[in-house]
């Protein structure tokens, strides 16, 4: 089955600063990746989504990239700001079971 | 339009005892999936429905996990004779079809003593 590895677990960025999450995937065949957030107590919400026809989308402040050669993709943030702190998750899926990475604590401080 | 909702948000149990977790989906979403989520951990896939299709159980952990969806709405989870490492997170999502956005609901956190 997909393998999904999710770096670094924390990460603690001044408010303004960019952030960036990384993940690797086992699984040649996958070809959907989304990220969620997931605020304290909160349920988890999509942010962004990439599928494998693409390398790169861009949504305001939040990026995607995506390299199928090395079966790797990252989140970017960039100005950060306070309610960007959360936790977040990358998946990957080959059709319709997510495998979830174990996540990222972003932390922005003030 | 209202989310995924889950019942009860909250559930403290005796080890050994049986729990029901219901998820109910948004309205016309066709498949509805099941995770868990452990202290600190991602989420575990448990199972899947799509339609009236035979669903994919292949992430349940173990006999005494099982999940229902009557009419291809409404889903319950249930966990029999219940075990410490079971406390967790269980999250049930939706989406319109197999490959488009889940939705999540606000999950049961389930302490079983």
């Known amino acids: 089955g997909e393998n999904v590895e999710q770096h670094p677990s924390t990460l603690s960025v001044q408010e303004g600063d960019s952030a960036v999450i990384k993940c690797t995937y086992s699984?040649?065949?996958?070809?959907?990746f989304p990220w969620y957030k997931q605020e304290l107590g909160k349920r988890p919400q999509l942010i962004i989504d990439i599928r494998s026809n693409v390398g790169e989308k861009k949504d305001q402040r939040i990026a995607v990239t995506l390299n199928k050669t090395a079966k790797h993709f990252s989140l970017h943030i960039t100005e950060t700001q306070p309610e960007d702190s959360a936790v977040y998750f990358c998946a990957a899926s080959d059709d319709y079971k997510l495998s979830f990475g174990a996540g990222t604590t972003v932390t922005v401080r003030a | 339009g209202a989310g995924v909702s889950q019942s009860p948000s909250n559930k403290v149990t005796e080890k050994g005892k049986d729990v029901e977790l219901r998820c109910d989906p948004i309205s016309g979403h066709t498949a509805l999936y099941w995770y868990r989520q452990s202290l600190g951990q991602g989420l575990e896939f448990l199972i899947y429905?799509?339609?009236?299709?035979?669903?994919?159980k292949s992430g349940l952990p173990s006999d005494r996990f099982s999940a229902e969806r009557t009419g291809g709405s409404v889903s319950t989870l249930t966990i029999q004779r219940t075990q410490q490492e079971d406390s967790a997170v269980y999250l049930c999502?939706?989406?319109?079809?197999?490959?488009?956005?889940?939705?999540f609901g606000p999950g049961t956190r389930l302490t079983v003593l």
């Open positions: 429905f799509q339609g009236n299709s035979a669903p994919d």
């Open positions: 699984d040649s065949a996958s070809n959907y």
């Open positions: 999502a939706s989406s319109v079809n197999r490959v488009s956005e889940q939705f």
